[in-house]
């Protein structure tokens, strides 16, 4: 079975998907549309298929058996649902909306159509993520601490909150999804956030300089993550967890650990960019989805943390209960 597959969104995250997807032996890539003309073009040139500028057309005109969703965070939501419409399978990269109620029809419309969807949370199917999940397995966890600083993206879109959510929503999230993954369900969130001095470097900067939450799980575990576009010249994420016996941090392609045995380290050797797409198309080819670590009605729980994150600073640090959000 050969899966007729279409881009939409072809620029920057895109491409690591096509590179992943031309090596399928199960793909056929068709059909590329973005709203810039050339860029999808040239993905058509260099992958094989057909060039649009207009998803709706390109959906009408292609026998298409599956998407891949690349665009960013506002434009979501009428191409998910004319997929939908179309019964046709979605890989979606992160976030999934700028907040739960646009992401609300969306998740209804896809479990109604029965599709396979994943979204791109690509830690979920890095080898060194799922050996500290194991590791951490039987542990009584404390303390979590995520961050994800660096400087700005270059495209427009990032630094507009109604267009990308903030930096919360559109890249710590990888951050508060990984803690999800490792540690469990949030139930509650108390943010801060601050602005002062990128709103004078760009006037329509409206989204934080840098922003913390702290949360509280399920489990019992409390934990603060950070977030800071500030530094030009310098940047960094992780996630550590703490618990009484052990301690593992997640830092770039490395796992480290300090325990009863003593310290350790291992390198990331399967990268989740190649599994997750490999696991998009076994789960259409086979029917099993058991290795979809991360579908749409997943994804709209770690949207439900960011949009909480948000809601709180917005309102002074007050306390925002997740259930709340998706109820």
């Not at 690349?70 to 700028?98: S, Y």
């Not at 989740?272 to 989805?289: H, K, L, N, P």
Request: with cysteine; proline share 3%; hydrophobic share 45%.
């Amino acid at each position: 079975m050969s899966v007729r597959m279409g881009f939409i969104g072809t620029g920057g995250i895109a491409q690591r998907h096509l590179k992943s997807m031309r090596n399928n032996p199960d793909v056929e890539l068709v059909a590329y549309c973005d709203i810039e003309l050339p860029k999808a073009q040239q993905a058509a040139e260099e992958y094989g298929g057909r060039a649009y500028n207009d998803f709706a057309a390109m959906l009408d005109k292609e026998d298409l058996a599956a998407v891949v969703i690349c665009t960013p965070p506002f434009a979501h939501g009428d191409i998910e649902l004319a997929a939908c419409e179309r019964g046709l399978h979605m890989l979606i990269e992160k976030p999934v909306a700028l907040d739960v109620a646009m992401a609300r029809p969306i998740l209804e419309a896809i479990e109604a159509a029965g599709i396979v969807s994943l979204v791109a949370y690509k830690y979920r199917w890095d080898d060194h993520v799922h050996k500290a999940r194991e590791m951490l397995r039987d542990q009584t966890i404390g303390l979590v601490f995520g961050n994800f600083w660096g400087r700005m993206p270059g495209v427009a879109w990032w630094r507009v909150k109604a267009e990308s959510g903030g930096q919360t929503v559109e890249q710590t999230t990888h951050i508060f999804d990984m803690a999800r993954f490792m540690v469990g369900e949030v139930t509650r969130v108390q943010a801060f956030g601050t602005l002062q001095v990128m709103n004078t470097v760009y006037p329509d900067f409206d989204i934080w300089d840098a922003a913390t939450a702290n949360l509280e799980f399920a489990n019992g575990a409390v934990g603060t993550i950070s977030s800071t576009c500030l530094s030009q010249h310098w940047g960094q994420s992780s996630l550590r967890v703490i618990g009484h016996e052990l301690t593992v941090g997640i830092m770039g392609d490395t796992l480290s650990w300090a325990g009863e045995d003593g310290p350790g380290e291992y390198t990331k050797q399967v990268d989740g960019y190649v599994e997750e797409s490999r696991v998009f198309v076994d789960a259409i080819v086979t029917g099993d989805r058991a290795q979809i670590y991360s579908d749409y009605a997943d994804a709209v729980k770690t949207l439900a943390v960011t949009e909480a994150t948000n809601r709180s600073i917005e309102n002074g640090g007050a306390v925002v209960e997740i259930a709340d959000l998706l109820a």
